[in-house]
């Protein structure tokens, strides 16, 4: 499947919420969080869209200073294990070597196949965060990717 990156513009904001609603159903972002995530400067949201221009998923990263946190990363069911959620890390791994010190993320716990793709691109799990999330409640594994002049430290 050819996946397109692109940076999220407002005309795909429903269809960014609908995604949201679809995949975290329990406890979706509303359309004004991810219309305040456009309008902040330290915020990007990139999309993946198919060979049709569909959406297919979305990152969310903010930015502070020289570190940067993986908040959000939703692909459409019918997308997944298709490289959606790869070729979403490595756009923001690779903006990540060029200008961060660090990457961070929250993962669910029982979530072993994110967690097997955060470390395929080099993140390690460094915390626990006790009863991070909720419906379910559950612990989320901290995980960060180091960079150092452009260069992995991690993996």
């Known amino acids: 499947m050819r996946i397109q990156i692109i940076p999220m513009t407002i005309e795909r904001l429903p269809q960014v919420a609908a995604l949201e609603q679809a995949c975290f159903p329990a406890d979706p972002w509303s359309e004004g969080v ?83 793709l955060y470390g395929k691109h080099g993140f390690a799990a460094v915390g626990r965060r006790k009863n991070y999330y909720s419906a379910p409640r559950e612990d989320a594994i901290l995980m960060t990717l180091e960079f150092e002049h452009g260069i992995t430290t991690a993996g």
């Open 34 to 116: 991810f219309r305040e995530a456009l309008a902040n400067p330290r915020v990007s949201v990139l999309l993946a869209l198919g060979e049709d221009g569909g959406l297919l998923g979305y990152a969310v990263l903010s930015v502070m200073l020289d570190e940067g946190n993986l908040d959000n990363i939703a692909v459409a069911p019918q997308a997944r294990r298709q490289g959606v959620a790869d070729a979403l890390l490595s756009a923001l791994t690779g903006f990540g070597r060029g200008h961060l010190a660090a990457l961070t993320l929250e993962v669910r716990a029982s979530n072993a196949p994110a967690i097997a």
